[in-house]
């Protein structure tokens, strides 16, 4: 019997392929990683920055600019175009917030003067509703005033209200010849209101007795009549 022969120098060589056929491989795997592994964190981070920009675009675009008071403004006051910038400035708020008749432009406010339909306090939103361009009761003044003062001696029967500076006031006193009370000046704008040591009060506290008030000309004889009489009763509007 014949045994067949094995070739002991072809094995080496198989396996020498073999070897170079797995380096191969290992190689070309590398490569994969080396060229895969950047593109993979780019591809993240290119998402990354572009779902922050479009958050940052969807709130720029959830934001709306709005006016709002840069000081306490009391009720009544009067401003003039040339004073809104000194009242008021604009902000940026969300928008969604926010109400359709909010003022969003200090243009729109520069057009002509206004009057203040409340207080409006610092940093306040301004509504189309807070002030109206003009006041049948207040527009008087703008012709021209005289100042005055006024004062009650019994503040629990001479003041319906508390009175601050802007209160509009009706002038009250008791007529000695009729010994009824009359009203003798309708309209009247405080403009200070002071309490019995004579301090100017600002805030909600303290009771105030006496005024400094705006008349006009044609009111002066009335108004010193009321004076005159000692009874003043005052009335807020």
Do not use: C, W
């Not at 934001?63 to 009242?87: C, F, G, H, M």
């Not at 207080?119 to 049948?136: C, E, M, R, V």
């Not at 019995?196 to 006496?210: H, I």
């Amino acid at each position: 019997m014949f045994e067949k022969k094995v070739n002991t120098k072809e094995a080496p060589k198989q396996a020498k392929k073999e070897v170079k056929k797995d380096k191969k491989s290992g190689k070309s795997t590398s490569i994969l990683k080396i060229v895969l592994i950047p593109l993979l964190i780019t591809a993240v981070l290119v998402a990354a920055i572009y779902l922050v920009m479009d958050k940052m675009t969807e709130r720029e675009t959830l934001l709306k600019n709005i006016v709002v008071a840069s000081q306490d403004i009391r009720v009544n006051a009067y401003i003039t175009p040339d004073e809104v910038d000194q009242y008021f400035e604009v902000i940026q708020v969300d928008g969604t917030a926010v109400s359709e008749s909010a003022y969003t432009s200090l243009k729109d406010l520069q057009a002509k003067g206004f009057y203040t339909n409340i207080p409006i306090g610092s940093g306040q939103i301004l509504y189309s509703g807070n002030i109206k361009p003009t006041d049948a009761r207040l527009d008087k003044y703008k012709s021209g005033y005289e100042i005055t003062s006024i004062a009650v001696s019994n503040f629990d029967k001479g003041v319906n209200g508390k009175l601050r500076e802007g209160a509009i006031i009706d002038v009250y006193a008791v007529d000695p010849a009729t010994d009824e009370l009359t009203l003798y000046v309708e309209d009247v704008y405080v403009a200070a209101a002071f309490d019995s040591s004579g301090t100017e009060l600002t805030t909600e506290e303290g009771v105030a007795q006496s005024f400094t008030v705006y008349v006009k000309a044609a009111e002066i004889e009335n108004m010193n009549r009321a004076i005159n009489y000692g009874e003043i009763h005052i009335y807020q509007k």
